[in-house]
């Protein structure tokens, strides 16, 4: 399934205007050359376009050089902030179960938990079409806007005249606007992320791409947790509704501390060079990228089932299993089940160069099958021993942070051509969405029909059904230059008749059939 460098024998057209052209041909030390008419085509061959898409992708001036590392770090400050909110209702929920033992049922919790989740598939499939569409930029700001936004609403939720469900129904709504901009962050920060590390280190893009994202993201877990810990340490358990307003509260500053370098930054090479804005031929992107489509969509649906009501409900299984139920042990519990997931995500980042992209998410497919069969067929044992519970329950974790964890997110952003990076990858993470909220759908009645013991043994199940997807629908990528699957994809829609403008401001050209221009070129 690896793909194969772009071949030079492939016949492309590109028809740029000369005074906006960044030909290899043209020999920039001659005073005496003449600038070309405006409006004049020129067409590109195979070997010029490579060329000239290749140093485009890794030459830059100081500005961009400086653009491209910040929108790496500024790509890994976004997406805590997404690792935060997903796992902000793990100790909420046992507040409000505390506070309102009669009102927040089953039902109200799985709906407040979920609207993060709805809105977060909005975002991504929104948001992932206004990165291709409109820009990374723009895409990014409007984001930290939403997150923004739905933070504040939330920290500040009431019902009318005190009322618990309007409180909850307000806290939905809150929710449902955050998880908006939090499923865009997955599209805007990482199709900007990998861009940005492919210009700046693209034998380490892989690396460098896990640590701004998925680690972040897994980091928010711990981060939630030691905030409620330390507003619960500070308030008291008989102020639990200051404490559950301070950790929203404190959603609100974490995208606010990237928002002026947002504002600030620069589109990628690879995007201002390749960017489709009008007439995107979706047919033909689905012709050609169908099976990359099911292996990114249907591995993050399983991963995501498993993991995001493991996850969020993960508060309540640990109080459980605890005799007393007491929030702060609850709490301290959790914080170890999330330190003990962290290993994962430096072990996915070490070995993705090393094993493969599709080699470690297989691996790590494997070990939900492992670890979710011990604790699944061991459960009324291994629970009577809580250390040991948690710490199987965080290696299942950890092998997923590895494995899925790491290496979708990155695969979802190599395995697809710039100019619709963002759309694909936005679908992929929202297929994956769904399977959470799927997922923390089902939770509860399995629990309730089945027993506790059987959301393991279906995350073994999923850990089998990932492995058979993973072999025979996603790419390898693992050091091919993304500039390579932009020339291949361009040389697809020029084979196939599409024509039409590619790229932005002072990059953008037309791109048209080659044996048309070539017929044209000889009749002139």
Not at 261 to 278: H, T
């Amino acid at each position: 399934m690896s793909r194969e460098p772009f071949n030079l024998s492939h016949q492309l057209v590109f028809f740029q205007a000369p005074s906006e052209l960044m030909s290899v041909e043209k020999d920039v030390n001659s005073a005496d050359e003449k600038e070309p008419k405006a409006g004049d085509l020129r067409k590109v061959t195979p070997k010029t376009y490579e060329a000239d898409q290749g140093a485009a992708a890794h030459d830059r001036n100081k500005k961009e050089s400086l653009s491209a590392y910040f929108a790496i770090l500024a790509a890994g400050f976004g997406l805590i902030s997404d690792g935060y909110q997903n796992n902000l209702m793990t100790m909420s929920n046992v507040i409000f179960k505390q506070l309102y033992p009669n009102d927040y049922t089953t039902n109200v919790s799985t709906r407040v938990s979920n609207s993060l989740l709805v809105g977060a598939v909005l975002g991504q499939i929104f948001v992932g079409l206004i990165c291709d569409r409109v820009g990374r930029k723009a895409a990014l700001v409007s984001t930290t806007l939403l997150i923004v936004i739905g933070a504040t609403l939330g920290t500040a939720a009431h019902g009318a005249n005190g009322s618990a469900q309007g409180l909850f129904w307000f806290l939905t709504i809150a929710r449902g606007i955050t998880g908006v901009g939090v499923g865009g962050e997955y599209p805007a920060s990482s199709t900007s992320a990998s861009e940005a590390a492919n210009e700046t280190t693209q034998t380490n893009r892989g690396p460098v791409f896990i640590m701004v994202t998925n680690f972040v993201l897994s980091f928010g877990g711990p981060l939630a947790v030691s905030v409620f810990l330390i507003a619960l340490s500070a308030a008291g358990e008989n102020h639990l509704e200051t404490v559950w307003r301070v950790c929203f509260g404190i959603g609100i500053l974490l995208p606010l501390t990237v928002f002026f370098f947002r504002l600030r930054m620069l589109s990628s090479k690879l995007y201002r060079k390749g960017a489709i804005k009008r007439r995107v031929p979706y047919g033909l992107v689905f012709k050609r990228y169908w099976r990359e489509l099911i292996g990114t969509c249907g591995a993050w649906f399983l991963y995501d089932f498993v993991t995001f009501p493991n996850g969020v409900f993960s508060g309540t299984i640990i109080s459980s299993v605890i005799n007393n139920g007491n929030i702060k042990a609850t709490a301290e519990w959790q914080l170890l089940l999330g330190v003990i997931a962290l290993p994962g995500v430096f072990v996915g980042a070490y070995l993705c160069n090393r094993l493969g992209r599709r080699n470690t998410m297989m691996l790590g497919f494997s070990g939900y099958l492992l670890f979710g069969l011990i604790i699944g067929v061991a459960y009324n044992k291994i629970t009577k021993i809580i250390p040991l519970f948690v710490i199987f329950y965080g290696l299942m974790q950890s092998v997923g942070n590895m494995g899925p964890g790491d290496m979708l997110g990155l695969t979802s952003s190599e395995s697809y051509a710039t100019p619709i990076r963002g759309t694909c990858y936005g679908l992929s993470a929202a297929i994956g969405k769904t399977g959470a909220a799927v997922g923390t759908q089902a939770f509860t009645p399995i629990q309730n029909n089945l027993g506790k013991q059987w959301t393991f043994i279906i995350a073994a199940i999923c850990g089998v059904t990932g492995v058979l997807i993973t072999y025979f629908c996603v790419p390898d990528m693992t050091g091919v230059d993304l500039a390579d699957e932009d020339a291949k994809f361009m040389k697809y829609l020029a084979d196939n008749g599409w024509e039409g403008e590619v790229g932005e401001d002072d990059e953008k050209g037309m791109l048209a059939d080659h044996h048309v221009a070539e017929a044209g070129s000889a009749e002139i």
